[in-house]
């Protein structure tokens, strides 16, 4: 193999102490980044072959990141680096981690890698025995075990070679939690039955302990994740990890490994939606974290393209409203060749974000209503390691959007997350759980006894809390048509539905067998009190049937029951249903309203691209302010708006407004 003469000065170079360098940015304080991934493959005849330091020059000085993340070894299991570890594509040209190493260290920009774990397809074709094995005994072509010899042998290895030859900064580690799957390996067979006394492992939902056995999956992954970051640490104390996906809403569990900071790259082409849910869920976590938009799209039977500024920042906007990180994964060719029109995107799109940098990063949100993303019931319903699908969020989902069309500020939070902080919310929303445990149903009666609110959408969690909700169950849930009698109109919402009789609370919604809602009405939606606090419930699948549908209609017939819960939210807005609102505080402690307009959001794969994103306004506000402010204006434009202070109540007319804008009040 032959390598460019430019590799070998770059790895002398970074040999020199470089005394004039600041440190770059931590990962911690880190605002705005970049991903470059290509996966190398075996295939590869030009890695690195067009890529100088002049056009990585060119990249930082436009974009100006907080760090690159760079290519190293992707899911085939090829690196994209001359290691003598692991295995090198045959198709390295130029060490292209050196050249980026030499330029974002002159530049103080921290420099991370993209490093596949436990998918890696060379890896297990060439050690079989380091393979995940399926329930009918077959070897993963991609997948390793984590009860193996992976970790030791390569995983651990390969980071602490490829770390001390480029002095990275840190690790972003994919192919992790999503990648685990259920394994029937000697090693995984052994281990159950010493923790357990089984001689079989189930194979199906329908075989005893088979929720035990995707529990034994979830700790050994954890026991593996926590063995090599701490190798890493131990190696490089102040060397900043993630895994990939770890700790979000594919795996909602609580933070047991000592990662540094938490990541995702969310949907390329459901982004904004996804992102919604994703960012939220992150931000209630406690932990610094970002989020990655892909920096590209495409159709069906088309190859990838360019997204555009404006759909970027729109995708961007999502994140930084709940206070994160952002960071966008574009790829250079295959020989690393950067386009113009690419650097040029991504400075336009970094020039947004920053410009309301101090007003996003990091705020915190005033708590409004608490959504539950339920880590019980996911981990129940998922059949995998960790929920990959997207199945199981979906009427969470559902829930949320047509929460924030009704214009409430929402936060997403597990069991673990909210129970020590329930008080703090005005409403609870629980979507479709099927299941909970006894302590956390006591600790939301006891909320709701001392003057919360709890609103229950659909008839598994309906369920769970039966002698409270004022109505007597009438047989099985049947699935049904159903048309919901809302106060905007008549709205399908066919499914599950569990009829119900009243015995203490009020109905206050109807469900038909027709559109013709003047008659053969079923009680679909109830409110009852419970200590100081008041309970609602609609019996049948409203936020799934708004994930899949988003008809007004059925936004209304939730936001009537919310509404009698919770009816004066510390933030009010007029203004159309495509405005998100997130109440939060600058990390300095002002009191600030983040708005996105989500107009023209792509959301379907025939819509993958969009360039113009439509203005809205006028939009008017009226905030909980019990005194009356200093100075009220907006980020970016620091505009002064015209605004009026009475009985506690603040109210600002914003005149029109693009994609995003925050509102700080003083």
Not at 55 to 74: A, F, H, N, T, W
Not at 79 to 102: E, N, Q
Not at 218 to 235: M, N, P, S, T
Not at 523 to 529: E, G, V
Request: glycine share 8%; with cysteine; charged share 25%.
């Amino acid at each position: 193999m032959k390598f460019n003469p430019l590799f070998i000065t770059a790895i002398l170079w970074l040999q020199i102490p470089n005394l004039c360098a600041a440190d770059p940015i931590p990962r911690q304080d880190a605002f705005f980044g970049l991903h470059f991934d290509l996966h190398p493959q075996k295939s590869d005849t030009e890695l690195g072959a067009d890529i100088t330091e002049a056009m990585i020059e060119k990249l930082l000085s436009r974009v100006k990141p907080d760090y690159v993340q760079y290519d190293c070894k992707g899911h085939a299991g090829y690196a994209g680096y001359p290691t003598k570890i692991g295995t090198p594509s045959p198709g390295i040209v130029k060490d292209s981690l050196a050249l980026w190493r030499s330029v974002t260290q002159r530049n103080d920009v921290g420099l991370y890698i993209h490093f596949s774990g436990v998918w890696d397809s060379v890896a297990v074709e060439k050690h079989p025995e380091w393979a995940r094995i399926d329930a009918e005994g077959k070897a993963d072509a991609n997948a390793a075990s984590v009860f193996g010899p992976y970790v030791d042998e390569l995983l651990i290895p390969q980071l602490k070679e490829v770390v001390a030859a480029y002095d990275l900064d840190g690790l972003w580690v994919d192919g992790e939690c999503w990648s685990a799957k259920l394994d029937y390996s000697p090693a995984a067979l052994e281990q159950w039955k010493k923790e357990t006394g089984y001689e079989e492992a189930p194979k199906s939902r329908t075989d005893a302990h088979w929720l035990e056995w995707k529990m034994f999956h979830r700790r050994h992954f954890e026991r593996y994740l926590c063995h090599w970051v701490d190798a890493l640490h131990e190696f490089r104390p102040d060397l900043q990890i993630t895994s990939n996906w770890m700790y979000t809403t594919l795996a909602p569990t609580a933070i047991v490994c000592n990662l540094d900071y938490l990541s995702g790259d969310y949907s390329p082409g459901q982004s904004v939606a996804r992102a919604q849910v994703d960012a939220r869920y992150l931000a209630s976590t406690g932990m610094p974290w970002d989020l990655m938009a892909w920096g590209f799209n495409k159709g069906e039977n088309l190859q990838w393209s360019l997204k555009t500024p404006v759909q970027l920042q729109q995708e961007a906007a999502v994140v930084l409203m709940q206070g994160g990180g952002f960071q966008i994964y574009n790829n250079p060719t295959r020989s690393g060749y950067l386009h113009d029109a690419m650097i040029e995107t991504l400075g336009q799109v970094s020039d947004f974000c920053k410009k309301y940098e101090k007003v996003s990063h990091k705020s915190a949100s005033v708590p409004q209503v608490a959504l539950l993303l339920s880590t019980e019931s996911m981990w129940d319903n998922s059949d995998q390691v960790y929920s990959t699908s997207g199945k199981d969020i979906q009427p969470l989902e559902g829930a949320l959007q047509a929460l924030l069309e009704l214009h409430y500020s929402v936060d997403i939070l597990a069991e673990h997350h909210l129970q020590p902080r329930l008080s703090e919310f005005p409403l609870v929303v629980i979507p479709e759980a099927h299941k909970l445990t006894d302590d956390f149903k006591e600790a939301l009666m006891n909320y709701v006894e001392e003057g919360g609110n709890l609103l229950l959408l659909g008839e598994k969690c309906a369920r769970l809390f039966e002698p409270a909700l004022g109505v007597e169950f009438v047989g099985a849930p049947e699935n049904v048509r159903a048309e919901l009698a809302a106060s905007t109109g008549p709205v399908n919402a066919n499914g599950d539905w569990q009829k119900v009789k009243l015995t203490s609370a009020k109905a206050t919604g109807y469900r038909h067998p027709t559109r013709d809602t003047r008659k053969d009405g079923d009680i679909a939606a109830t409110i009852a009190d419970h200590g100081k606090g008041r309970i609602g419930a609609i019996y049948g699948p409203v936020a799934l049937g708004f994930y899949r549908g988003h008809h007004p209609y059925l936004r209304q017939f939730i936001g009537d029951l919310a509404k009698q819960l919770f009816s004066k939210p510390a933030i009010q807005i007029d203004g159309p249903p495509c405005v998100d609102v997130a109440l939060r505080k600058t990390k300095d402690g002002k009191l600030s309203v983040h708005l996105l307009n989500r107009m023209n959001a792509p959301v379907s794969d025939r819509y993958g691209i969009i360039d113009y994103v439509p203005p809205v306004g006028p939009i008017t506000l009226r905030i909980d302010l019990k005194d009356k402010p200093e100075k009220v204006y907006t980020v970016p434009r620091n505009r002064r708006l015209r605004e009026s202070w009475e009985n506690g109540v603040l109210t600002v007319t914003l005149p029109r407004m693009q994609v995003y804008s925050v509102l700080v009040v003083e």
